[in-house]
């Protein structure tokens, strides 16, 4: 529920502010898709597609990211500077670490403006998550559902742009 509404939060402030243009970081993540959806077979049905793009998505980012940001950061710091200042850094940690998907190559500032406080506030959702219930599981569930949906919206308002 909570990952589903950051996932809105985000998708609707990139769409208020930028339309379906090229600094929209969800028209960017359908290129991206399509690009790495390029030696699939011309005759691949758009399910297909969906699902090779999207369970990596559902399975590798989310473990990983989960145990390193929502798992260790969160404790580690939190034992030095307190909670806040832990969910603060592991959120700001998480937000640079996505600027490598979209706004750097190239650079794009107007979408970096959008795209690094989006995932600095999906990065704060999911550590208040962990915190509320007192488990990394939760988040890393909230986190798949989170990727899940973002390539769905792709595919469903952008199947122009990715299913080329």
Same mark, same amino acid.
Request: aromatic letters at 16%; one cysteine or more; hydrophobic letters at 55%.
């Given at each position: ?26 028209? $960017?993540?359908?290129? =991206?898709?399509? @690009?790495? &959806?390029? $030696?699939?077979?011309?005759? *691949? ?6 699902? #090779?793009? *999207? ?9 990983? @990211? @989960? #145990?390193? =940001? ?9 034992? *030095? ?26 650079? $794009? ?14 990065? &704060?959702? #999911?550590?208040?998550?962990? !915190? ?8 890393? !569930? ?13 595919? #469903?308002?952008?199947?122009? &742009?990715?299913?080329?």
């Amino acid at each position: 529920m909570y990952a589903l509404a950051a996932l809105a939060v985000c998708v609707g402030t990139a769409w208020l502010i930028f339309g379906n243009s090229d600094d929209n970081w969800m028209v $960017q993540h359908s290129l =991206y898709l399509n @690009e790495s &959806l390029s $030696q699939a077979p011309s005759n *691949t049905t758009v399910f297909t597609r969906f699902t #090779l793009v *999207t369970f990596p998505a559902l399975i590798f980012s989310p473990f990983a @990211e @989960e #145990l390193l =940001y929502r798992g260790c950061m969160i404790s580690g710091f939190s034992k *030095t500077w307190g909670v806040p200042v832990a969910l603060c850094i592991k959120a700001f940690a998480f937000a640079l670490v996505h600027l490598t998907h979209y706004g750097l190559n190239p650079v $794009q500032p107007s979408l970096i403006a959008v795209w690094l406080p989006s995932m600095f506030f999906v990065a &704060l959702v #999911l550590g208040w998550i962990v !915190l509320k219930n007192n488990s990394i599981w939760v988040a890393f !569930l909230s986190h798949r559902f989170f990727n899940f949906r973002m390539n769905g919206l792709v595919f #469903l308002f952008l199947p122009d &742009l990715v299913c080329v």
